[in-house]
């Protein structure tokens, strides 16, 4: 509980761009790869960009050109720039790390998710 937190959710109208950021333990935040995903009413939970420990990024077809994954190790954050949003991107979205096998604890880690919401 309470080891990765998300913010920068809100009321955007279509076309316009939002910055979220996702903030870890220090402990663990710099060995992690970081995915975002997001889930919708009766949709299924997707990632939408994810990017790895040594900074390997990946975006899916559906948000490709307009969603960005960076990392900032320092600040133990990691972000997610979206632009040119759609209404049907509006969801809750969600910050995980992913653990090596070696970590004590457990492998995952979730955020509680911010809200994005793209009014037409």
């Known amino acids: 509980q309470g080891q990765l937190a998300e913010s920068g959710g809100g009321l955007v109208q279509a076309g316009g761009s939002l910055r979220l950021s996702c903030t870890g333990s220090a402990s663990f935040f710099s060995i992690s790869d970081i995915g975002w995903y997001r889930q919708a009413p009766e949709n299924q939970r997707e990632m939408v960009a994810s990017?790895?420990?040594?900074?390997?990024?990946y975006e899916p077809d559906s948000v490709k050109g307009r969603f960005t994954v960076s990392r900032d190790n320092a600040k133990n954050t990691a972000y997610l720039e979206m632009s040119d949003l759609k209404p049907e991107d509006t969801s809750v979205y969600f910050c995980?790390?992913?653990?090596?096998?070696?970590?004590?604890?457990?492998?995952?880690?979730w955020g509680q998710g911010t809200l994005v919401t793209v009014s037409s």
């Open positions: 995980n790390a992913k653990l090596p096998s070696w970590w004590p604890g457990q492998k995952a880690y």
């Open positions: 990017i790895t420990m040594d900074g390997n990024t």
